[in-house]
Nanobody, 124 residues
Framework: QVQLVESGGGLVQAGGSLRLSCAAS????????MSWFRQAPGKEREFVAT????????YYADFVKGRFTISRDNAKNTVYLQMNSLKPEDTAVYYCAASGRVFGSTRGSEYDYWGQGTQVTVSS
């Protein structure tokens, strides 16, 4: 029922910035909490950030607080992840996910809709 397409990944030097976008289909986008997850080589998928359907509430993993910002534009059916002060350890495939709840979860197993992922590589 929901299709997600990520964009904005690429190669950046340490200390640089990227903004990821996730475009969603559907007429009830504002009813879905949206989240970002990432998976680095040899590691399990991990939670990054989530935003409520209205955009009024956000929650971040500790390791990105102060560096990353999640936002959404419901008129464009799009969620964003602004990433600043990037570190080599941020290198991963980043995925957006949609929840059937207004407020999202940090648990990836709760999400039914996922994008294809976009590669972020941070060089030293």
């Amino acid at each position: 029922q929901v299709q997600l397409v990520e964009s904005g990944g690429g190669l950046v030097q340490a200390g640089g910035s990227l903004r990821l976008s996730c475009a969603a289909s559907g007429r009830t986008f504002s009813s879905y909490a949206m989240s970002w997850f990432r998976q680095a080589p040899g590691k399990e998928r991990e939670f990054v950030a989530t935003i409520s359907g209205s955009g009024g509430s956000t929650y971040y993993a500790d390791f990105v607080k102060g560096r990353f910002t999640i936002s959404r534009d419901n008129a464009k059916n799009t969620v964003y992840l602004q990433m600043n002060s990037l570190k080599p350890e941020d290198t991963a495939v980043y995925y957006c996910a949609a929840s059937g709840r207004v407020f999202g979860s940090t648990r990836g197993s709760e999400y039914d809709y996922w994008g294809q992922g976009t590669q972020v590589t941070v060089s030293s």
